[in-house]
């Protein structure tokens, strides 16, 4: 049984919506926590107000609170399953970060803190590990699993078009030659 050329291209195409959104998902997740985490702060200005006043404002970040950030959102929490030590609030994150002010007001470099941290806790503690020994495969298996899927539709696509082809061709052999045409009703007759 062949299926008709509209029945593919909604396969085709929801095939292709699913990829897409499968791709699309860690931009959602990312969206969602930080629209998460700012109204977590406005909560916490709201209830540092007093009663019947109006929420307070945060103040803009100094300086070195963004370098702060900055190198805490490169720093995996030890504690917690896939959060930076800037998104945790553990005890060792928050310690964690306190180490990064001292250093930073010491005049340590963002690249001299972070090979602290990576000579005490190994390549997990950084969110993004280096491309190299096995984890080159971290950074290569994304890109490797696309083109399959391109690969995969490609064929999909160029059988589906073949098959048609084919299948033309047969109805047209049919229809050029009544006998057959004649053979094909008597068997849906049966």
């Known amino acids: 049984m062949s299926f008709g050329r509209t029945d593919n ?3 085709v195409q ?10 699309a998902a860690p931009f959602f997740a990312q969206q969602a926590h930080a ?3 700012t109204v977590a702060q406005e909560t916490v200005a709201q209830k540092a107000a007093a009663p019947g006043a109006k929420p307070a404002v945060l103040k803009t970040e100094s300086e070195l609170e963004k370098r702060v950030r900055a190198i805490g ?3 995996r929490c030890p504690v917690c399953q896939g959060e930076s030590i800037y998104d945790s609030h553990s005890d060792v994150a928050e310690e964690m970060k306190r180490l990064i002010a001292e250093k930073l007001k010491a005049g340590e470099s963002e690249a001299k803190i972070l090979d602290y941290f990576h000579d005490r806790y190994g390549n997990y503690i950084l969110m993004e590990p280096p491309a190299e020994g096995i984890h080159w495969v971290i950074w290569v298996f994304p890109l490797f699993m696309g083109l399959m899927g391109l690969v995969f539709v490609m064929q999909f696509l160029l059988s589906n078009r073949q098959e048609a082809a084919t299948e033309a061709k047969q109805q047209k052999k049919r229809a050029e030659n009544p006998q057959t045409l ?9």
């Open 9 to 11: 291209a909604k396969g």
């Open 14 to 23: 929801a095939l292709l919506m699913s990829f897409a959104l499968i791709m």
């Open 35 to 37: 629209q998460e985490k």
């Open 73 to 75: 959102s490169k720093l």
């Open 182 to 190: 004649h053979q094909d009703i008597e068997e849906l007759h049966l």
